[in-house]
């Protein structure tokens, strides 16, 4: 039998030179694990987690440090599921808010707006979520016409 789509995982990649942001996602948007790691445990971390979930992809973010991490993956992981790069722009701006829907604010950050919560830690593991959620509406997108913009 063949996979269902629920049955499809990506990998999520933020890459960063010190810190990177990780997540493991089903196609259907379930989240199955998300962590942030130093940047030199990165690589062996999405090994773990490949051969843990089986991930069909590795979805990584386009900007700052992509080029130089491309070249590191394919050398230290020279059996990586395919990559595809995902445009990176305001993923913190976005992995904050999405970070308050994971983690409901409670005490009196419940009383803060939004806009001026900080969260307590770092996000690069929610900006590794945005990423593939990202993939996923493009690739929904792409796969439903009546959903394309016009113009």
Known sequence: MGNSLSEVVYLGFDPGSAKCGLAVLRSTGEILNY???PAPAAVAHLQDWQQ???AALL???DRTTSKAWLG????D??????IQLVDERYTTLAARDRYWELHPPRGWRRLLPQGMRQPPRPVDDIAAIVLVERFLAQANQAKDPSRRAIG
């Open 72 to 75: 590191r993956l394919r050398a």
């Open 35 to 37: 962590a942030v790691v």
């Open 52 to 54: 843990q979930y089986g």
């Open 59 to 61: 979805v990584m973010g």
């Open 77 to 82: 992981w020279p059996d990586a599921p395919p």
